[in-house]
């Protein structure tokens, strides 16, 4: 069984809802949740809701036979029986004002799944019926079988809204939600406040639930996942494996470092890679090792504490110095540089890196690597996506790159990846799936370096 929740809009209530629905049927099935498109925020309130790790799907980063096996990959590996999937922003909206890649309609089509459209209600009634109706012809082929009502004022309105809804456009309404401000989620400058922030998440996540029991037909919602029709048969390659070459790789995860896609990591272990997590934050010294992967996060929020810990700082240095292989995204990237905003990091690019008010880098990405490095060859051709506030002094572009950007921003100049000694770090983001060389690429470098 599966279900695609899609809203439409953004700030429709897409987190709380999906959120608060996983966590409820988690108390009689097993659920494996997944998000649509590049976000690290939201999984985590998925993960913290069901107890499997949330799994992102994104037709910019996947064909759709990719899409399919990857699906697949996540609900046997938690050995689930039902398949939530968050969407991202409106149903239709993706890269194009055409086409449907890297929206929830692509993913919805690839997995033949049905759709639950949730809707911000308030102050409709008739008019919520016309927005359903033109959600539904714009693309026939899409199932979309029902309807949430969200912020909606009281009883009245939302018997008038479902009926509308419910004759006008012969589409279920299973559920109509109150408006409660004390539903919303506090936001960082990257999305929502991370789920690793547990206790008071754990509270909010707990009280959306509740909301979806007493509001949310749940009996209407598993008739519906049960409409789904089987997956088309034959899985794809979703990454390269080839690496026999044991090895040790030190990942940074804790509160600063956990950006991180589940399917990054399975990659590197697929090539023989064994993940040792380790603390930039709380450890003294790296652990015994053979390369790191700093991935991204919020080392701008804790950079006072960052700064603080200097045996952490002395040891990276050394790692980097004795020419052992380092990779980092994005918060990586910024550790990793000289300072942030004046306070000391690792220095093992002599760069300062600055918080800024506006985004600096908010973009689907296409890289072609100038140079072999540590994960692609010269001329390849790779996938991403770039979210940061921050920005890096290259001292007008003189920085060593290893990537041509030719879709996004990167660091400066249409450049990314900067290089020294054996360390690359670069603002783009990368999925496994839109980079299926990666994890050969590093697991093969680190054991031939």
Same mark, same amino acid.
């Given at each position: ?196 922030? /547990?206790?008071?998440? @754990?509270?909010? =996540? ?6 979806? %029991?007493?509001?949310? !037909?749940? #009996? *209407? $919602? ?46 590197? /272990?697929?090539?023989? @890679?064994?993940? =040792? ?6 450890? %003294?010294?790296?652990? !015994?090792? #053979? *390369? $790191? ?83 692609a060859k010269k001329g390849e051709v790779f996938r991403g996506h770039e979210f940061h506030y921050t920005k890096i002094d290259t001292e007008n572009g003189k920085a060593n790159f290893a990537f041509d950007i030719l879709r996004g921003r990167g660091i400066a100049n249409n450049k990314d990846g900067i290089v020294l000694n054996n360390t690359l770090a670069n603002f783009i983001h990368i999925h496994a799936c839109s980079c299926p060389n990666f994890a050969y690429n ?8």
């Open positions: 069984m599966r279900i695609v929740l899609a809203g439409t809009g953004s700030a429709v209530g897409k987190t709380t809802i999906s959120t608060g629905i996983m966590k409820v049927l988690s108390k009689k099935f097993k659920v494996q949740p997944f998000k649509i498109g590049p976000d690290y925020i939201d999984p985590t309130y998925h993960t913290l809701a069901t107890g499997n790790t949330s799994r992102n799907l994104d037709s910019f980063f996947m064909d759709e036979d990719q899409i399919r096996t990857s699906f697949k990959r996540g609900m046997e590996k938690s050995n689930s029986d039902i398949g939530i999937i968050e969407g991202v922003r409106g149903l239709y909206e993706g890269i194009s004002s055409i086409e449907d890649v890297g929206n929830s309609a692509s993913i919805a089509k690839a997995l033949n799944s049905p759709i639950i459209l949730i809707m911000n209600a308030r102050s409709l009634v008739k008019s919520a019926a016309a927005i359903v109706i033109g959600f539904k012809h714009l693309n026939p082929e899409l199932k979309i079988e029902g309807v949430i009502l969200n912020y909606v004022k009281g009883k009245r309105h939302f018997l008038k809204a479902k009926e509308s809804v419910e004759r006008l456009t012969n589409t279920k309404v299973i559920g109509g939600i109150p408006r409660d401000e004390s539903l919303t989620v506090d936001e960082r400058h990257l999305g929502l406040v991370p789920a690793l922030e /547990k206790e008071k998440i @754990a509270e909010n =996540i707990e009280k959306w639930a509740h909301v979806v %029991e007493e509001y949310i !037909d749940l #009996d *209407a $919602l598993i008739e519906i996942m049960k409409s789904s029709s089987k997956l088309k048969e034959g899985d794809a390659e979703l990454w390269k494996i080839a690496n026999k070459n044991s090895l040790k790789i030190g990942v940074a995860i804790d509160e600063v470092f956990n950006f991180y896609y589940k399917e990054n990591l399975e990659s590197l /272990k697929d090539n023989n @890679a064994k993940i =040792i997590p380790f603390s930039p934050y709380k450890d %003294e010294i790296i652990p !015994d090792v #053979d *390369a $790191l992967y700093i991935g991204g996060g919020y080392p701008e929020i804790f950079k006072k504490e960052l700064s603080a810990n200097e045996s952490m700082i002395k040891s990276i240095k050394k790692f980097s110095k004795d020419n052992n292989p380092i990779y980092g995204e994005c918060g990586g990237l910024i550790y990793l540089s000289k300072a942030i905003d004046g306070e000391k990091m690792v220095n093992n690019f002599p760069y300062d890196s600055y918080m800024c008010q506006k985004v600096q880098g908010l973009s689907y990405v296409i890289a072609k690597s100038l140079n072999d490095n540590l994960i590093f697991t093969k470098n680190v054991t031939e370096s």
